[in-house]
């Protein structure tokens, strides 16, 4: 896990830093983005060995940023541990520029490909994807894959405490005919 990333690093520029020292020596990055704020939330979890000597406990000189670059062990260790959390994961469903990413190695079965992107496998467990999606929303998180627009009208809700109840659930629906629907006295 690298940590203490400035805020406003993306994926493409986080992986243009680490190539200058581990181009082709790490299969696996995936920066955490903060989706209301549409910025990484200062961590990401990357697969490599050689950025740790080049990069740990040196300044980021981005951003003007004082931060310095920290590694530390993370609980889930391997490409293929790495692949099999995140391939049922409700990140998966979010744009591809926020998606955890698999890179070919210089050292792997395609060294010529070194350094590109390769193909994510598809979710193989949909139980697990079913239960991140749900926790995603019991989080504060919104809801995968459903755009700007949902995001933009979950922010404008009248009171943060309407989410969760019965009413939330209805305006995933529709909200207008929800609230008509609850004022309207039925015909006697």
């Known amino acids: 896990m690298l940590r203490n990333i400035p805020n406003k690093v993306d994926q493409a520029m986080l992986k243009r830093i680490i190539d200058e020292s581990s181009w082709g020596k790490y299969d696996f990055m995936y920066l955490r983005i903060d989706f209301a704020n549409d910025c990484n939330v200062g961590y990401a979890f990357i697969n490599f060995v050689d950025f740790v000597e080049a990069r740990g406990n040196q300044r980021w000189n981005c951003f003007k940023s004082d931060k310095i670059a920290e590694i530390s062990y993370a609980t889930i260790q391997g490409k293929d541990c790495l692949v099999q959390k995140f391939r049922n994961s409700s990140v998966m469903l979010e744009a591809p520029h926020y998606r955890p990413k698999l890179y070919f190695t210089s050292n792997g079965p395609c060294p010529e490909l070194a350094g590109q992107e390769e193909p994510f496998p598809d979710p193989d467990n949909q139980s697990k994807m079913k239960r991140s999606c749900e926790n995603a929303e019991h989080v504060g998180l919104f ?6 627009h949902y995001r933009d009208e979950q922010r404008r809700r009248r ?27 039925p015909p006697h």
Do not use: H, K, V
């Open 143 to 148: 809801t995968p894959n459903a755009g700007q």
């Open 159 to 185: 009171s943060q405490y309407d989410r969760g109840t019965r009413l939330a659930a209805l305006e995933e629906y529709d909200y207008e005919a929800a609230i008509q629907n609850m004022y309207t006295i």
